[in-house]
T-cell receptor, first 112, second 113 residues
Framework: IAGITQAPTSQILAAGRRMTLRCTQD?????MYWYRQDLGLGLRLIHY???????GKGEVPDGYSVSRANTDDFPLTLASAVPSQTSVYFC???????????FGQGTRLTVV | DQQVKQNSPSLSVQEGRISILNCDYT??????FLWYKKYPAEGPTFLIS?????DKNEDGRFTVFLNKSAKHLSLHIVPSQPGDSAVYFC????????????FGGGTRLMVKP
């Protein structure tokens, strides 16, 4: 089934540890995004990539990094996790400008 | 400073009646607006969208209205069904910024049987 796959679905992580959230899409979409969802704040953009080989910072990029080595994969790395990074993380992709973005099922991350 | 705001965190409606969800934005550069629906433990799913060149878009029971002068959009669901109970997010983007979406905080809709 075509779509976006995120892994893991949930994780409890000790503060200070490094963690990579995985995201893969098989729709050949050019653009990919990472959002975090926090209560009352909606979804906020962390990083994005308009095409393979390029990335950019979103609204809340601090403490996160991304890479886009190919069209399908867009991993998000927390170099040294902190409790404020406890959130639900969603990966998304879209084909082109002014079209809807498709979302993965999310990764629930708890940093303790 | 939130550029997209949903001022009602929750809304309760009787089955069969109309649900109206509201959204306000501040950035006049936004030219594309979307509504997403989210069930617990799932990712948001696209519901309906509208371009800034239109003031209304309809898809079955769902209609989105855009008032550019007021920087306001609304989602109407008629008739509301219990399966519509979910969190609804409005989102906005503008062409020159790629397709990055700016989301509102969400409104939880509860449709009572």
């Amino acid at each position: 089934i075509a779509g976006i796959t995120q892994a893991p679905t949930s994780q409890i992580l000790a503060a200070g540890r490094r963690m990579t959230l995985r995201c893969t899409q098989d729709m050949r979409h050019n653009a990919m995004y990472w959002y975090r969802q926090d209560l009352g704040l909606g979804l906020r953009l962390i990083h994005y990539s308009n095409t393979a080989g390029t990335t950019g910072k979103g609204e809340v990029p601090d403490g996160y990094s991304v890479s886009r080595a190919n069209t399908d994969d867009f991993p998000l790395t927390l170099a040294s996790a902190v409790p404020s990074q406890t959130s639900v993380y969603f990966c998304a992709s879209s084909y082109r400008v002014n079209t809807e973005a498709f979302f993965g099922q999310g990764t629930r991350l708890t940093v303790v | 400073d939130q550029q997209v705001k949903q001022n009602s965190p929750s809304l309760s409606v009787q089955e069969g009646r109309i649900s109206i969800l509201n959204c306000d934005y501040t950035n006049s550069m936004f030219d594309y607006f979307l509504w997403y629906k989210k069930y617990p433990a799932e990712g948001p799913t696209f519901l309906i969208s509208i371009s800034s060149i239109k003031d209304k878009n309809e898809d079955g029971r769902f209609t989105v209205f855009l008032n550019k002068s007021a920087k306001h959009l609304s989602l109407h669901i008629v008739p509301s069904q219990p399966g519509d109970s979910a969190v609804y997010f409005c989102a906005a983007s503008w062409s020159n910024a790629g397709n990055m979406l700016t989301f509102g905080g969400g409104t939880r809709l509860m449709v009572k049987p």
